[in-house]
Nanobody, 121 residues
Framework: QVQLVESGGGLVQAGGSLRLSCTAS????????MGWYRQAPGKQRELVAA???????KYTDSVKGRFTISRDNAKNTVYLQMNSLKPEDTAVYYC???????????????WGQGTQVTVSS
């Protein structure tokens, strides 16, 4: 497994934008699926967006049309572009690596420190 480091979080007003980066210690070319999760205080960690090696993507309903996941294999980096941010998007965001099989994503990598996103109203 490669090690993943998240960055790009910060404090932003509602309606603003942020771009998160997940940089790997090695090549992500052969990693079948990459995903962004988030965990808000007192809530379970949830999968926000995922991308397969071929470029297919999946989003949780609450971020569809506002967030975009992408991967740059040459830079060993996965991005999460977040637009039209809402206070309910406030959370620690994490990336992970895994596989896509029979219609489902399976993320089994170790968790990093994440990056804090805070959206003020």
């Amino acid at each position: 497994q490669v090690q993943l480091v998240e960055s790009g979080g910060g404090l932003v007003q509602a309606g603003g934008s942020l771009r998160l980066s997940c940089t790997a210690s090695g090549s992500i070319f052969s990693i079948n699926a990459m995903g962004w999760y988030r965990q808000a205080p007192g809530k379970q960690r949830e999968l926000v967006a995922a991308i397969r090696s071929g470029g297919s993507t999946k989003y949780t309903d609450s971020v569809k049309g506002r967030f975009t996941i992408s991967r740059d294999n040459a830079k060993n980096t996965v991005y999460l572009q977040m637009n039209s941010l809402k206070p309910e998007d406030t959370a620690v965001y994490y990336c992970n690596q895994g596989t896509y099989y029979s219609g489902s994503y399976y993320f089994q990598g170790s968790w990093g420190q994440g990056t804090q996103v805070t959206v003020s109203s």
